[in-house]
C-alpha cells in the first residue's frame, strides 16, 4: 500500500468551524487576508485561493452578496465580476505561464457546486499534459507549489495593478 501524506489538511480535517456558516461570507468578514487565502479585495467581489486547489494557482471569484445565482447579483456586482475575471486571467498568465486557463461558475450542488448557496467564479491554469494518472487512476492531485507560497505571488501580483 502507498501512503500520500498531506499534512496541510490537517487543519481542514480537524476544524471546529461551524458547518452552517458560508466559508465565502467568512473570509469576507476575516481581516486576515492571508488566513482566509484571499488575495484582492475589490469594492463588490474579492479573489480567494481555493484551499483544495485542481492546479497551483487556482483562484476563485466571489462576490461579497450571498446570492446562489447570477440572476440575483445587482449589474455592478456582475460586471465587477467578468472585469476580476479578466485581471485574474491576466495574472495567472503572468505567474504560471499556463498553455491555456479554465474559466467558469458552476450553479446548483448537481452542476458541481461545492458551495452551492454562493456564487463563485473560478479561474485555474492549465497546462498540456497537466490531468496524469494521479489524477485519473488516484484521485489524488499533485501541487507543486504550497498555498501560502501561490497566496505570496498571487497577492502581489493584484497588489501591483
Known amino acids: 500500500m502507498d501512503y500520500l501524506w498531506t499534512p496541510w489538511r490537517y487543519s481542514y480535517v480537524t476544524s471546529t468551524q461551524d458547518p452552517s456558516q458560508c466559508v465565502f461570507c467568512a473570509a469576507a468578514?476575516?481581516?486576515r487576508d492571508r488566513e482566509s487565502?484571499?488575495?484582492?479585495?475589490?469594492?463588490?467581489?474579492?479573489?480567494?485561493?481555493?484551499?483544495f486547489p485542481y492546479t497551483s494557482g487556482h483562484i476563485m471569484v466571489v462576490?461579497?452578496?450571498?446570492?446562489?445565482?447570477?440572476?440575483d447579483l445587482p449589474d455592478e456586482t456582475l460586471v465587477e465580476m467578468?472585469?476580476?475575471?479578466?485581471?485574474?486571467?491576466?495574472?495567472?498568465?503572468?505567474?504560471?505561464?499556463?498553455d491555456g486557463l479554465n474559466l467558469g461558475i458552476n450553479?446548483?450542488?448537481s452542476a458541481g457546486a461545492g458551495i452551492a448557496g454562493h456564487l463563485?467564479?473560478?479561474?485555474?491554469?492549465?497546462w498540456t499534459g497537466?490531468?496524469?494518472f494521479m489524477t485519473v487512476a488516484g484521485e489524488t492531485r499533485v501541487l507543486p507549489e504550497a498555498?501560502?507560497?501561490?497566496?505570496?505571488?498571487?497577492?502581489?501580483?493584484?497588489?501591483?495593478?
Open 82 to 98: 467578468i472585469r476580476l475575471a479578466r485581471e485574474a486571467e491576466k495574472r495567472l498568465r503572468a505567474l504560471y505561464r499556463p
Open 120 to 126: 463563485h467564479l473560478h479561474a485555474l491554469p492549465r
Open 37 to 51: 487565502l484571499v488575495v484582492h479585495r475589490a469594492s463588490r467581489n474579492f479573489v480567494i485561493l481555493n484551499r
Open 147 to 161: 498555498l501560502d507560497v501561490t497566496w505570496e505571488r498571487l497577492s502581489q501580483a493584484f497588489a501591483v495593478g
Open 29 to 31: 468578514k476575516d481581516p
Open 130 to 132: 497537466d490531468t496524469n
Open 107 to 109: 450553479l446548483g450542488k
Open 63 to 71: 462576490p461579497y452578496d450571498h446570492v446562489a445565482s447570477l440572476e
